[in-house]
């Protein structure tokens, strides 16, 4: 019987490896051994090179690419002994064709390129100065608002844009936001922007906002952390125009609450994709009559798909029991609820009837009057099962309530939950929309963690003698 000759196998080389696996393979390393990485061979420098400028946190490297530059106090120009040659121009596209991402901030940075230097740049790279920037990151004077034009490409998808206004330079923001909705139009899926105006002057700048997110049919996720809406026609545009909206987070300004039930009720309209809302209702005026009912946000209970949930009130809410079954029967999906409220907060008792309704949360951030009573573990019928990170918020926990409330919280929450105590929360409303701040807010209390560490032997050794 003839015997069969394997076929000869061949040897792995890094040589063979896909230019998308090499990406994600420098995306992993720090940019001094990606730098190392330039001299091992061609292609390792070519990918690294690709990664070195994926993410640009200035215009300033690029810029200098053409010869050097002076600051002139108010930007950065070329020396006026430079020359521009051909071969400059093709250096400075072949780097600007591989930055994906923008950071340009002349507000606290003073990193800004002369309007005269960008103009040159436009005229010499008729495709566009970053032709396949997919997100960019302005901090902006409202005086400059013509430059960032420069740097939209047909590939945006993600803007944010801070805009400082020094001079109440309204009419150039307003001008900004018209021509972002002719060049962006259907384009981007990430938008946040926010501005320096007092609340005044945003109503100005709101129909020239409500225009470009009238034109944003493909936007994904919208923050205002910095613009403060007084008119719900704003979330009325956004949901209107926006089919796969899934993330809203915002400020509404001395609104009442029939017109904040306007605002839920424009937000129920993308109940089938929205999975994060993140709202702020303040007021700098007379107080918001309170405290509210749950009853005055009813349309909030159709969003049946959310998944994060936060409400910053300037006022108390009054939440009963069947208040919070109400919720649970709503939100079965909820896994992250933070609520901020003015007043004594939420009854203590009431942990245990989120634990029963909401199982499935981990992460719950919340004001709670400790001064109620704290249940027992004989009073708690039912815990979290997935909790693994809560904040009290504004807690005052006196000396005599640490055992109870160590024994309350291993109870509810379990013996490994995360248990942050904030006396004295900083009412930043930037931190309160933002994705991860809040959950750094405030510091373990270690007596709390010590006692909780004592219950839970404590609660092994009487189970070991039964």
Known sequence: MASRKLAPQKRASIQTIPPEVMSIIFGMIDKRTCVATCLVCRRWSGAAIDELWRSLPSLLPLFKLLGPLIDTDTDYDLH????VTVQSWDIFRSYARRVRSLTYNEVFKNDGISAGLIIRAIAANPEGILPNLREVFWELYASTLDHPLAFCPPS????????EDELSLVESVERFLHALSTSLANRLKFFEFGTGSPPSRNAAIATALNTFLRGQGG??????????????????????????????????????????REVLGALAMRSASLRCVRLIWSTSESPIEGPIRLTDMEPVFQLSDIEDFRLWLGCGLELE????????????????????LEGPGIPLPRLVTFAQWLPLLQQLAAHFDCSEHIPSADEVPSRFRSLHRLILLDAEIEDWQMPLMAELLVVVCGPKVEVRVTRDYSRDPHTFLHDLELWKAGSEDQELRDRMGAFCRVHRAMKRME
């Not at 006026?80 to 020359?83: F, L, N």
């Not at 945006?156 to 805009?163: A, C, G, H, P």
């Not at 029991?321 to 901020?340: C, E, F, N, P, Y």
Request: with cysteine; hydrophobic share 45%; net charge negative.
């Open 321 to 340: 029991v069947r208040d919070i079954q109400q919720m649970g029967q709503a939100w079965k999906g909820l896994t992250s609820l933070i609520l901020l």
């Open 80 to 83: 006026p002994d430079c020359v």
């Open 219 to 260: 936007l994904v996720e919208l923050k205002l952390p910095f613009y403060e809406i007084q008119d719900p026609g704003t979330v009325y545009e956004v949901c209107q125009a926006s089919l796969q909206l899934r993330a809203f987070c915002a400020e509404v300004h001395n609104i009442t609450k029939d017109r904040f």
């Open 156 to 163: 945006l998808e993600r803007m944010s844009i801070y805009i």
